[in-house]
Each structure stands twice: as structure tokens, then as C-alpha cells.
């Protein structure tokens, strides 16, 4: 497997489920494409209404949105659970689509300003459709599956990021650095610095402040090799 494949293979992703369409050759493969640009046209038509803060989704109303009647709703999903899912599951591919290799390497600086650059960015964009998702009476188990599978992946690149800085302290205390880092460079800590009146540049600002100042700790620590010495 290579590099690429590898990133690919490690990203957040989200599944479909829709109806596939009947028939062969040509016409089939036709019918096939036009199938599939209809139902991103419903979902993403789902999306900007969660986007637009609605928390019900009306097979009249998405259909209207999307320029489609609602019969053709129905006629590629199951039912409104499967299109929220399937509309969830789009959200979480185009989100990853945003995602670049970080730096693992290199001066310390470079790599908090470019893992600060793509949250700051990413957390932003999320934020319309993360308050409504919030709102939802009973969110879907493929939507909480989702949103965690989201949380870990950017757990474990910030493990990666800094591996450097965490791999000098051990046990407890490593956990809880990573923890620390966690905590304020995910969704909670954007959405406290922008509804307390910061705006993006100031939010962005005090997210990288504050992992330069969780990252210092470990510079009055010993290396490992210093450690094990008698």
C-alpha cells in the first residue's frame, strides 16, 4: 500500500446506502450517473437546511430545495432516516476532503501553525451544521458513529503531530498533554472563543497560543535516554 493509499485509508469517511439503479451498458451506466447527481442533489439539499439551523426535515421541504419532486425523494432513499444518514455521511466525506498531510517533523512552530490553520478553518465550516446536529431530538447510531470516528481521527494526528514533545513524558502525564491538546483544538473550545465574541483571526490566535503554552511543559522535561541513566 502506498503513501497515498495510506492517507486515503486513515481519513474520516462516510458510507452511502441509496438505492443503486437497474440496467446495463450504456443506458445503464446513463441512468447510473444521473441517479447518483440526484441523490448529492437531495442530500446536499438536506445539508443547507441544517446549515440553515433546521433540526426537521420534511420530504416537502427538501424536495423543494433541491429542485426535485417528492416522489424522486423517495424514489432513491428508504425513507428521511436514510437520507439524514446518508446526508451526515456526505458532510463527513467533503469535511475529510479538506484534511492535508500535517507536518510530524520539523521545528515546532511550523507544525502548531499548520495544525492550527486546518482546524481553525475546518471548525469554522462545521460550525452551522454542529449546532444543529446538536439540536436533533434522536440522532441516528450512524451519526454518533460518525461524529466519533471524526473526534478520534483528530486525536490520534495530534499524537502524531506531536510525537516529538508527548514521547518525553510517559504514563499519566503523557495522557493528559494529549488530553490538554485535544480539549482546545477541537469543536468545544472553537465554539466557547467565538460565541464569547472572538472573531475567527482572534479564536485562531488563542488556539495556537494555547498549544504553545501546553507544549512548553514538556521542555523542562528530561529525554528518555537522560531518564534511564543511573
Sequence with gaps: MNQTD???QDRPRGSGGARPDAGDGPARDGRTERGRQTRERIADALLSLLDDGETQ???DRVAERAG???RLVFHHFADMGQLQDIAIARRLDQLAAQIVPLPAEGPRGARVAAL????????EWITPA???MMRLENPSERVEFATRQVLDFARRRLAEVFAEELDRLSGDRRADLLNGLDAVTTWGAWHHW???GLDPATARRTMETTVHALLAA???EPCPAVRERP
Design 130 to 132: 454542529r449546532l444543529t
Design 68 to 70: 426535485v419532486s417528492r
Design 194 to 196: 467565538r460565541s464569547s
Design 57 to 59: 426535515f420534511p420530504a
Design 116 to 123: 492550527v490553520e486546518q482546524r481553525a478553518r475546518i471548525l
Design 218 to 220: 514538556t521542555d523542562r
Design 6 to 8: 495510506r492517507r486515503a
